[in-house]
């Protein structure tokens, strides 16, 4: 009896954490099922990474499509609240590991959120589109229905348009990208082409364009590739990780102690509690 408890509590415990992923022996590492004596030299980052989170290895042009996603958004400067917290906190004596992990925590619905909104949005596109050879004019009707509905809850689209950039530089090379492999025969295309739609239909009347922006590009890569919307945003996540290191190890090296959001010399404006119009300063987008 004292065996079978045993053999039953060992049993529970080891079920406990039971998972697909990785069987570590002692003298084994298998990730999904793979040595990982073979990944090793003959297997890329970007590759083992899909592998980790589908179970299987990728083609080459699968891979060359995704790491062009995660190249893509790397980096986007200090102004980026993700790499500007990183660099503040490298200076606070507390090491590159927390100043990666505030830099990421950071990476939220507002920002580092768009790419798996814009997967949902056009994953909802795709879903309400006429079985078939749908035309054109089709797939712009839906996605006018659909991009009505998302403006009702926010006027902020995701994955279109940006503060910094009239049309942002990312955009037209990922999208290309994606042509030439809807032409190989490597993903379908009814995501670019719901993309499309709704820049599209966020165009009709206006004197300045809103195009689409990295997020959306991104967006449309992964969607083809058939990641679901959660892993949009983790993969952005592992993409700027990259840039947060690097400004946090960077800002080390320059010397400062205690770096705060501006220099000593400026003074924040100070607003009197009792000025009515104070709220009139306050920041209104984020």
Not at 141 to 161: H, I, K, N, T
Request: hydrophobic share 45%; charged share 20%.
């Amino acid at each position: 009896m004292a065996d079978e408890r045993s053999t039953t509590t060992r049993d529970e415990v080891a079920d406990w954490w039971a998972t697909s992923i990785s069987r570590i022996e002692p003298g084994v590492i298998e990730l999904r099922g793979h040595p990982v004596q073979e990944l090793i030299g003959s297997a890329g980052f970007g590759s083992v990474i899909w592998l980790m989170l589908r179970g299987d290895l990728p083609s080459p042009e699968q891979t060359a499509l995704m790491e062009a996603a995660l190249v893509a958004s790397v980096d986007h400067g200090p102004h980026a609240p993700s790499i500007a917290v990183a660099r503040m906190t490298a200076t606070c004596g507390v090491g590159l590991n927390s100043a990666v992990a505030n830099g990421i925590n950071l990476l939220g619905d507002v920002h580092g959120g768009a790419g798996q909104q814009c997967v949902e949005l056009l994953t909802e596109i795709c879903a309400e589109v006429p079985a078939g050879d749908a035309t054109d004019e089709q797939v712009l009707g839906v996605a006018a229905e659909v991009v009505a509905r998302w403006q009702q809850r926010s006027r902020y689209l995701p994955g279109f348009g940006h503060r910094f950039h009239p049309v942002d530089p990312r955009r037209d090379p990922l999208l290309g990208l994606v042509d030439v492999a809807v032409d190989n025969e490597v993903v379908g295309g009814q995501y670019l082409r719901a993309a499309r739609a709704v820049e599209i239909v966020l165009n009709r009347g206006r004197s300045t364009p809103i195009p689409m922006n990295v997020d959306a590009a991104t967006a449309v890569i992964y969607a083809e590739l058939g990641f679901p919307a959660p892993l949009a945003r983790g993969l952005f996540v592992l993409a700027r990780a990259v840039g947060v290191l690097t400004h946090a190890w960077e800002e080390t090296q320059q010397g400062r102690r205690i770096k705060g959001p501006i220099p000593p010399s400026i003074r924040p404006t100070f607003l009197d509690p009792g000025d009515e119009a104070a709220g009139a300063h306050a920041p209104t987008e984020s």
